[in-house]
Structure formats: C-alpha cells, structure tokens
C-alpha cells in the first residue's frame, strides 16, 4: 500500500524555522519526483518546491525561494522542507506529493500528483 507521512509541523514564531518530513511506507520513492503544497485556509492548494527522483533538480515557488530548501534521501525513503524565515503568510495544511514522473515538469500541479500525504499543520505567529 503506497502510503506518505508528513511530520515536523507546529506552531512558530515569525522569522523562525521548522522542518517538514515525508516519509514513504509501502513503496520507494526513488521513482518518483516529489513535491510540497500548502492550503491555507480558504485558498487552494499551491505548490511550493519539488525535487526530481535522483535529487539533481529542485524547483520552489517564488515566494518561498531563498526561504526554503528541498531535499531528499532516497535510501531512508523521506523528504525534507526545511523552512526558514517563516511569515505568518506560510501558515497552513503542508502536504508531499509523488508524481509517477521522475523529472519535474515546468509547472508542477496539485491535479498532476499522483500520491498524497494526510498533511501537516503549521502556524506561524506575528
């Protein structure tokens, strides 16, 4: 059973950091790119970063490049976001998501993921 697990969310402070992790059960994910979203409330889920299957290449949103860094460690199956400077504008649900394909495509997509997490919930404090 493909299964992906996010955790290290929390509450922090503005200007603070946290890391994310996702970790696949079931499956390996070397395979497959993959890539963190965030729903804030009331808006729709946006990509953030992505990372192709061998880890060569990244991709970030505008407004989290410089803040965050993807990663990946295919033998222990997980995914990091490490995420510094943190806004209250950051604050939401961070899911990963797998796509089948092993590159990133030019404009990675929610409905282009094939595997999600249950997500994790940060909140960022003014």
């Known amino acids: 059973q493909v299964q992906l697990v996010e955790s290290g969310g929390g509450l922090v402070q503005a200007g603070g950091s946290l890391k994310l992790s996702c970790t696949a059960s079931?499956?390996?994910?070397?395979?497959?790119?993959i890539h963190w979203f965030r729903q804030a409330p009331g808006k729709q889920r946006e990509f953030l970063a992505g990372?192709?299957?061998?880890?060569?290449?990244?991709k970030y949103a505008d407004s989290v490049k410089g803040r965050f860094t993807i990663s990946r460690d295919n033998a222990k199956n997980t995914v990091s976001l490490q995420m510094n400077t943190l806004k209250p504008d950051d604050t939401g649900v961070y899911y990963c998501?797998?796509?089948?394909?092993?590159?990133?495509?030019?404009?990675?997509?929610?409905?282009?993921?094939?595997?999600w997490g249950e997500g994790t919930r940060v909140t960022v404090s003014s």
């Open positions: 079931g499956w390996t994910i070397s395979s497959y790119s």
């Open positions: 998501a797998a796509d089948t394909r092993v590159y990133l495509t030019p404009s990675p997509r929610a409905s282009g993921m094939d595997y």
């Open positions: 990372i192709s299957g061998n880890g060569a290449m990244t």
